[in-house]
């Protein structure tokens, strides 16, 4: 279903996340503030008062909202990204580059002795 969508949004290009790199997703550092500055200690009787904390604290939030600041540069980012997937992020987007290729430049099939050949067993 998702590949699907994304066939049909050809300006959307995924990116893998190494695993132990939340930090990176901004909406990551954010459930984790809402995590420690609210969540943490609370003590909430019923859903109503979990709903009217939550509430309060987004309204804080947002009233002294400001970007979150990156202590690295690009360079040392993406240096530790590659430190730590290596190759296989970058396989993982090419493949999926020309799988998204391949859908929007369909070859003609191939001639019928082709696919014979295609489905027999490796020897």
């Known amino acids: 279903m998702v590949h699907e969508w994304l066939l049909a949004h050809p300006g959307f290009t995924p990116h893998f996340t190494p695993t132990y790199s939340w930090w990176i997703n901004q909406v990551e550092r954010w459930f ?25 604290w987004i309204k804080i939030w947002n009233a002294t909202a400001r970007p979150f600041q990156w202590t690295r540069t690009a360079d ?15 396989a993982l987007c090419r493949d999926f580059r020309a799988a998204v290729f391949r859908a929007q430049h369909p070859d003609p099939p191939p001639p019928a002795s082709a696919q014979s050949r295609s489905l027999r067993p490796m020897a």
């Open 76 to 90: 040392q980012i993406c240096h530790y990204c590659d430190r730590i997937s290596g190759p296989t992020h970058y």
């Open 32 to 56: 984790t503030e809402l995590q420690r500055r609210r969540l943490e200690r609370g003590v909430f009787c019923s859903l109503d008062d979990l709903k009217t904390a939550l509430g309060e």
